[in-house]
């Protein structure tokens, strides 16, 4: 089970100390957000770019993914196909770090749109990209979010997409839909190539209320044991994020101890 977290839970910190939490947490990875210049982003210089690399190999660290925010639900083709050519920016930069995959998003289907439309321009746009990446060994992967939350909706989307277009899943949103860990890797399971992991008590007014990872809603020891048996090998990240305001929920570093203690846990089960 190899494991990392992403950078998106420490905004306020700076490249070297994301990568000493990662370090000092004994992680495997580290996710970097890729938003403007936290943590990492096309829009860094050269030299930036080069010292992230460093400092991250020295610390021994693998990046499995870079989180881009580019959507592909857009009013028609062209729209998508310049996300596309935007995205290509990060996965380029992903590329020169040796990051794993790149993350976007499908976003909102546009108002007065069908599904079956939106997924005809969302796919115009995946073709695109890959069709731009070529022989990269770089991934794509669509994070289960925004109007694709599902394994289901992510099939129908991805069929007839070439397979360096993935998923990110995000355990929280099929659960959101209902949708079980065995559907969900029926529908998509060999086109997962990323993972994020988190667990609440509640869903509130303002957002959620999050706890330790096997202590809530959404049995996250099932699910990636269950992920592990059916032989995905990729990282599992803990998207660590805060409650919502005026609920009492669990700092980060307590996620991270309970992500730790999952994986003696798998590892003491066998599962790896």
């Given at each position: 089970?190899k494991?990392?977290?992403?950078?998106?839970?420490?905004p306020?910190?700076?490249l070297?100390q994301?990568?000493a939490?990662?370090s000092g947490?004994?992680l495997?990875?580290?996710?970097?957000r890729?938003?403007?210049s936290?943590?990492i982003?096309p829009?860094?210089?050269?030299?930036y770019v080069?010292?992230?690399?460093r400092l991250i190999?020295q610390?021994?660290?693998?990046?499995?993914?870079l989180t881009a925010?580019?959507?592909?639900?857009q009013?028609?083709?062209?729209?998508?196909i310049?996300?596309?050519?935007?995205?290509m920016?990060?996965v380029h930069?992903?590329?020169y770090l040796?990051?794993a995959?790149v993350?976007?998003?499908?976003g909102?289907?546009p108002?007065g749109?069908d599904r079956?439309r939106a997924?005809?321009?969302g796919?115009a746009?995946l073709?695109?990209?890959?069709r731009?990446?070529?022989?990269?060994?770089?991934?794509?992967?669509i994070e289960?979010h925004?109007?694709?939350k599902?394994?289901?909706?992510l099939?129908?989307?991805?069929d007839?997409?070439?397979?360096?277009?993935?998923?990110?899943?995000?355990?929280i949103?099929?659960?959101?839909?209902?949708e079980?860990?065995?559907?969900?890797?029926?529908h998509i399971?060999?086109?997962?190539?990323h993972?994020h992991l988190?667990d609440?008590?509640?869903?509130v007014?303002?957002?959620r209320?999050?706890?330790?990872l096997?202590?809530?809603?959404l049995?996250?020891?099932?699910?990636a044991a269950?992920l592990?048996?059916q032989?995905?090998?990729g990282?599992?990240?803990l998207?660590?994020?805060?409650?919502?305001?005026?609920?009492?929920?669990?700092?980060?570093?307590?996620?991270?101890e309970s992500?730790?203690?999952l994986e003696?846990?798998?590892?003491i089960g066998g599962?790896?």
């Open positions: 089970m494991i990392s977290y992403t950078t998106l839970s420490v306020e910190k700076t070297e994301a990568v939490l990662a947490w004994r495997d990875g580290i996710e970097l890729g938003k403007e936290v943590h982003s829009e860094n210089s050269f030299e080069e010292k992230a690399r190999r610390a021994g660290l693998s990046i499995p993914c925010y580019t959507k592909f639900y009013p028609d083709e062209i729209s998508a310049a996300q596309a050519e935007e995205l920016k990060m930069l992903a590329e040796g990051a995959t993350r976007t998003f499908m909102d289907i108002a749109m079956e997924d005809e321009i796919r746009g073709n695109h990209v890959a731009l990446m070529g022989n990269s060994p770089v991934r794509v992967v289960t925004d109007s694709v599902d394994g289901a909706s099939a129908r989307l991805l007839g997409v070439p397979r360096q277009i993935g998923v990110l899943l995000d355990i949103h099929p659960w959101d839909m209902g079980s860990i065995e559907e969900t890797w029926k399971g060999e086109r997962i190539y993972v988190k609440i008590t509640g869903t007014p303002g957002g209320v999050y706890c330790a096997g202590s809530g809603l049995d996250v020891e099932k699910k269950y592990l048996k032989g995905y090998d990282f599992f990240s998207e660590w994020e805060r409650s919502a305001e005026g609920y009492e929920g669990i700092t980060l570093e307590m996620q991270m992500l730790l203690e003696e846990q798998l590892e599962i790896r």
